[in-house]
């Protein structure tokens, strides 16, 4: 960019010492009227066409002269823009370790997340070719938006290097362009930052790669690995879910050269039900298996594990990596309970998915606000302080309808006909109540204190749900009275839009309870990586 800046001013310079008379025809620089310096000014030579006193052409022999100093200057100019010419075309032809740089003079880079383009004044290029960081060191891989170059000559521009490819629309993960309205839905103050996480989001898409490690069905533990073949159900199902919707969709790479992140497909909720692992197998199966991953393939000991995930949605895997450190601190896990109490999750690194009951379709009567006639509804068993806490202020209230036993009415009817449903921090924050709520169009209540909720890198949970302290829960009508009905129905207009990120599909769809996820650790495909040596020399 700069040769190229250099290349205009030295083009301005040479052309304001150019002689300026209608019967010149002179080439090259030299003195104004009447002066015939030769090409520099001093030399003996004979100028062909030279305008005589009238204009007419003439041939005449020029005496040599001493050069001015103003001939000397336009002279070492001319010479520099030469010589920047020179190193321009030079410098087409080379691919940098961090860059690359094409005829159009065109640059982009990526660096940790951060890109910076650069193009040349009266290029519209906009042709993406970026470069991604791999463990310390630059690996080029060339992508392209779609858009096409503007013509700036007959010639058709060159790059010296590998060629992207003309769209991105081969693969099946792209998402067209039909505006954020229809992505994320009319209204959009649920989203923190709609239109940076729309386009974010679809670059993701496109552009998101895992390797799985291998497994294979003659394996004795394959069942551990590799997904169900049925469809999943209960409490645990999302891990079973996101592992089918992974391994049925174009984000899993064979190439792991153009893998961003590396996927270990070990099941802890199967795990536990083994009969040659079982809970008390699973702490010794889990540093046993990144053990043998480590000797068979380079990946893991590149970052010592910090571009690698797996997922965790049972309390039993709380301790899994107990007799692994260096999981626990460098792999990223995706969790279903993100307590801050575990001593296992990182806010940071670590990502939550939510823990959803696999459901058919959405109940046609969720957004309607006239049917709901209780204030408030909570069914579950009283297990912890705070569900007990819950229980004792509103057990028997007629608003707040409080249920530690079985309730009388279908448990849908009872979601369907509630303004606010409270999800309340039991044994783990690990039940599926949250992505009940959202599915049948209710205002979640949060009394879950010191933990993440799902997405909150992406959603304003403040907009269509109500985050209620431990402390006020005895106030609780009182916080729910004081939101007008407009303001509820704004809240439960928010969630009806918010609600297709809880829900799982076969095939999966795009925004989905899988595809968040996915763009839970497009984020953190750029963590600093915790050192192995570090760890060890801190024993």
Same mark, same amino acid.
């Given at each position: ?43 003996? =030579? ?141 209204? =959009? ?13 679809? @670059? ?22 590799? &997904? ?59 540093? @046993? ?48 309970? =993100? ?35 209780? +204030? ?82 992406? +959603? ?25 009905? +407009? ?22 769809? &795009? ?11 497009? +984020? ?16």
């Amino acid at each position: 960019m700069a040769s190229a800046a250099g290349l205009r001013s030295s083009r301005a310079v040479s052309e304001s010492f150019s002689p300026a008379h209608p019967g010149s025809s002179r080439v090259g620089v030299g003195g104004g009227p009447g002066e015939d310096g030769g090409l520099f000014g001093n030399g003996d =030579s004979t100028v062909a066409g030279a305008a005589g006193p009238r204009g007419r052409p003439m041939q005449q022999s020029i005496k040599p002269r001493p050069a001015t100093t103003r001939q000397c200057v336009v002279g070492a100019v001319t010479i520099t823009s030469f010589a920047i010419l020179v190193a321009r075309l030079a410098f087409s032809f080379i691919v940098l370790d961090d860059t690359v740089v094409d005829e159009l003079g065109h640059l982009q880079y990526e660096s940790l997340g951060s890109r910076l383009t650069l193009h040349e004044k009266g290029t519209n290029d906009s042709s993406s070719i970026a470069l991604a960081t791999t463990h310390g060191s630059w690996n080029p891989k060339f992508l392209q938006s779609g858009a096409r170059p503007t013509r700036r000559s007959r010639t058709k521009p060159r790059i010296f290097a590998r060629k992207a490819p003309r769209s991105l629309s081969g693969s099946s993960n792209c998402i067209k362009d039909g505006g954020i309205e229809d992505a994320l839905g009319i209204v =959009s103050q649920a989203y923190l930052s709609p239109q940076l996480f729309y386009e974010d989001f679809r @670059e993701m898409a496109c552009k998101f790669k895992i390797f799985v490690y291998p497994q294979t069905r003659k394996d004795q533990y394959q069942n551990i690995f590799l &997904p169900y073949e049925e469809m999943p159900t209960g409490n645990y199902a999302s891990e079973h879910y996101f592992k089918m919707a992974l391994m049925n969709s174009s984000f899993v790479t064979t190439d792991p050269s153009k893998a961003d992140l590396f996927f270990m497909p070990f099941s802890i909720a199967r795990m536990r039900t083994h009969p040659k692992i079982g809970v008390s197998g699973i702490k010794p199966f889990v540093r @046993e298996y990144v053990e043998g991953i480590s000797r068979k393939y380079p990946y893991w000991n590149r970052t010592s594990g910090a571009d690698h995930f797996y997922v965790n949605c049972h309390s039993i895997g709380r301790g899994a990596t107990d007799e692994a450190p260096y999981i626990r601190y460098n792999a990223i896990q995706v969790v279903c309970s =993100s307590s801050y109490y575990l001593q296992n999750y990182f806010p940071h690194k670590d990502a939550t998915v939510p823990q959803i009951w696999p459901r058919s379709g959405f109940p046609k009567k969720a957004a309607s606000i006239k049917q709901r006639k209780t +204030l408030a509804f909570f069914a579950g068993a009283a297990n912890s302080p705070l569900r007990a806490e819950v229980a004792k202020h509103w057990n028997n209230d007629s608003e707040i309808r409080v249920y530690t036993q079985r309730i009388d009415t279908p448990y849908s009817e009872a979601l369907l006909s509630s303004k606010f449903c409270l999800h309340v921090k039991g044994f783990e924050v690990n039940t599926a109540r949250l992505g009940d709520a959202m599915h049948y169009g209710c205002v979640p209540i949060i009394i879950a204190p010191y933990h993440d909720l799902p997405y909150n890198d992406v +959603l304003d949970w403040k907009q269509f749900a109500v985050v209620v302290s431990n402390l006020d829960i005895p106030n609780l009508k009182k916080i729910l009275k004081k939101i007008k009905p +407009l303001e509820y129905a704004q809240m439960q207009s928010n969630v009806m839009q918010v609600r297709k990120h809880f829900e799982w599909h076969v095939p999966a769809q &795009p925004f989905d309870a899988f595809y968040m996820v996915m763009y839970e650790l497009w +984020l953190r495909r750029h963590l600093v990586r915790f050192s192995l040596d570090d760890w060890a020399n801190k024993l």
